[in-house]
């Protein structure tokens, strides 16, 4: 019988890595006729270095084309300002200096990016300005290039879950958390048009009974204020499956709010990240290649050497 001289096609394969306050998260997998998750591991930051990294890489024989880094809450700052009556690229960039004096850090040390809030006719447009610390973007940069891991994209934890929830003119809500904190977040078109804290604490990763009542007000506080802005009613509230909001909780907010309350459905994770429109939404934080570089430069890549 004669050999077969066909090569097996080259599965693209690739990494997203989340970084919350205390860790880092990689998710790996390859892109074929559908998603396959092949590696899923959880590492402390506290410790984790280029060595740990290139063992794991090497270990798991990871060799992805595409690497994309989710920043938590913990590690930006969300501003709403007045937009500029400047094109969209150039309101970005004037962005930094809008929020200069909001912010604590000088602007040498943070990388800042902004993105449109749709509005309604007639208001004056605003701007989401992301403010981010150069200084973990330079650990995860150093990190990334010393493992030769190709850095794609950094993008915002809203911006991740955004391809979740369903494409709809009507408005939808969801409800999801950090460590520490709850968000109320209302999308319509896969645009985002707000985002606000729920200002209460978490104790050991769960809402304390007690605070029930306030978690409902400020969650209605969020929805009316949307209204009264966009003239448009939330439909429908989400929450995540895996989330901190027991089943009472979820029964009062469903109760009190007079809306329809859902888990979201949500696909393999992998799956919402192929999908086309999530690049559109993927923040451009064009500076820190070239930050991250100057900061190695200058010998101020300590925290990614070893």
């Known amino acids: 019988m004669a050999s077969s001289n066909i090569k097996k096609e080259k599965v693209a394969t690739y990494l997203i890595i989340g970084v919350s306050e205390d860790q880092y998260s990689f998710v790996y997998y390859e892109m ?4 396959k998750l092949l590696v899923c591991m959880l590492f402390n930051k506290a410790g984790f270095n280029k060595k740990k990294l290139l063992s794991f890489l090497s270990d798991n024989k990871i060799k992805p084309i595409k690497t994309t880094i989710i920043l938590g809450a913990h590690a930006y700052r969300l501003l709403t300002i007045d937009a500029p009556d400047l094109p969209e690229d150039e309101a970005r960039q004037a962005a930094k200096w809008l929020v200069k004096d909001l912010i604590k850090q000088p602007l040498i040390e943070v990388v800042v990016d902004a993105f449109p809030i749709p509005g309604r006719t007639g208001q004056k447009d605003k701007l989401y300005v992301v403010v981010a610390s ?10 990334c290039k010393k ?13 991740g879950l955004l391809p979740l929830l369903p494409l709809s003119e009507w408005a939808h809500g969801l409800l999801y958390t950090d460590r520490k904190h709850a968000y109320v977040m209302i999308v319509r078109n896969r645009l985002i048009e707000l985002i606000r804290p729920v200002n209460v604490l978490m104790f050991e990763g769960r809402f304390p009974e007690e605070a029930y009542t306030n978690i409902v007000l400020e969650v209605q506080r969020s929805l009316d204020f949307y209204q009264t802005q966009k003239w448009v009613r939330v439909e429908t509230l989400f929450y995540l499956p895996i989330s901190p909001f027991d089943k009472r909780l979820i029964s009062r907010l469903r109760e009190e709010l007079h809306l329809t309350l859902k888990c979201l459905d949500q696909p393999n994770i992998v799956e919402a990240f192929e999908d086309e429109r999530w690049g559109e939404h993927i923040m451009d934080f064009g500076l820190i290649e070239g930050r991250a570089a100057q900061l190695s430069d200058s ?3 300590n925290e990614a050497r070893n």
């Not at 074929?32 to 998603?35: E, F, Q």
């Not at 493992?147 to 911006?159: Q, W």
């Open 299 to 301: 010998g101020e890549e």
């Open 134 to 143: 150069i200084k973990e973007l330079q650990v995860l940069y150093l990190l």
């Open 147 to 159: 493992a030769t891991l190709h850095l794609n994209e950094i993008t915002i934890g809203e911006f």
């Open 32 to 35: 074929s006729a559908s998603p």
